[in-house]
């Protein structure tokens, strides 16, 4: 539960801006849920950068909760516990905190909603 009172916060996708983020191959639009919920959250849509194909590298991250619904195209991820899945549109995966993963291939096209907390948190490389 949050200490303050978070304020209701309103993105307009008109005219929406993607930024460079993680990875060189996405680009990343913030929701604004990192602002209202004081950093506990962060929700982004993430969009491929067309040309720019995956890097498959087996990592982790720190942090208490992450999801990914596919919103268009597809990506195929490998996680340590469950082996390789192909995600299309309104496929859902809840990533377990701190599992070894790595995103094999993705559409050109490729567009989903990440949901993390909290917002902020650490990647680490593994070896593969």
Same mark, same amino acid.
């Given at each position: 539960? %949050?200490?303050?009172?978070?304020?209701?916060?309103? &993105? #307009?996708? *008109?005219?929406? /801006? @993607?930024?460079?983020?993680?990875? +060189?191959? @996405?680009? =990343?639009?913030? %929701?604004?849920?990192?602002?209202?919920?004081?950093?506990?959250?962060?929700?982004?849509?993430?969009?491929?950068?067309?040309? *720019?194909? +995956?890097?498959?590298?087996?990592?982790?991250? /720190?942090?208490? @909760? $992450?999801?990914? =619904?596919?919103?268009?195209?597809?990506? #195929?991820? /490998?996680?340590?516990?469950?082996? /390789?899945?192909?995600?299309?549109?309104?496929?859902?995966?809840h $990533?377990?905190?701190?599992?070894?993963? &790595?995103?094999?291939?993705?559409s050109?096209?490729? *567009?989903?909603?990440e949901?993390?907390?909290? +917002?902020? @948190?650490?990647?680490?490389?593994l070896?593969?």
């Amino acid at each position: 539960m %949050l200490d303050t009172p978070a304020r209701t916060t309103l &993105r #307009r996708g *008109e005219g929406a /801006e @993607f930024d460079a983020g993680l990875r +060189a191959f @996405f680009a =990343y639009r913030d %929701l604004g849920i990192r602002e209202a919920t004081k950093g506990s959250f962060g929700a982004h849509v993430i969009k491929a950068v067309p040309g *720019e194909g +995956a890097k498959p590298n087996w990592h982790n991250h /720190e942090l208490d @909760f $992450q999801m990914v =619904y596919i919103l268009k195209g597809w990506v #195929r991820f /490998e996680y340590e516990d469950i082996g /390789e899945v192909e995600l299309r549109p309104g496929d859902c995966v809840h $990533q377990a905190p701190h599992v070894r993963h &790595r995103e094999i291939a993705h559409s050109d096209d490729l *567009e989903l909603i990440e949901i993390t907390s909290p +917002a902020e @948190f650490k990647t680490n490389v593994l070896e593969g």
